[in-house]
């Protein structure tokens, strides 16, 4: 092994254009410098492909990352023979995870339920008890979905049902980290439209919807624009 690292090092430091396949060989000698060649020399075409695949620009840069250590860990780990063109393997992967992605949401959207259920908003995977809700509450569900997105909703429902977060991640297309990061934020967002309806509302639907935010487990922005909302003199139908 050390013998083939020394090879490397003398063919790139005589070669910085050194071919794909010397490339390779560096790489399955675990050689840190061939593994950033390996980055930068395939990078920007693999950005270009996304880009052609429509990948969204928010997304385009994990996928890209992905994609290329997924590639250089197999390269490095498979005693299979080498691609013959890495560009065109490394564009197949991509094409590929994109399709996979596309398939995923697909799936995800058939499981898509009528309307957006409370509890996604009150707790983070809190399960619907099965009781229907009650005009008040109907309301303000309503009134929260309309402005979602198909994905958004897709997350609505799928934290009202307890779905576990890796295989939200995995519908998704996208690491769990992201996946968590994704629905806490929708969460909080979902939560201060709630309490904006909510400061909106009057009598006894005011206090039922307060009621039910009071018990919710909000986040730190909301928790404390409830206080204010409770502090906030109700509105008279005259006003």
Known sequence: MDQERTRWRDVAGGNAAMGDH???????CQDEGALREFFLRFRPGLVRAARRLEVEPGELDTLVDDVLADVAVHLISSEAPAPRSLPAYLARSLRNR???????????????????????????GAAADGAPLSPALQRLAAALEAPLSVEERLLTVWMSHCVPRPEIAAWLGIAPKAAAKRIERLRERLQLAALEYVDRSEGAERRELLAFLGRADLAARPAARLVAVRATPERTAHE
Do not use: H
């Open 22 to 28: 010397a490339l390779l060989a560096a790489l399955r």
């Open 98 to 124: 994109v399709l996979n992605q596309v398939r995923s949401r697909d799936r995800a959207e058939r499981r898509l339920v009528e309307g957006a259920d409370l509890p996604a908003v009150a707790s983070p």
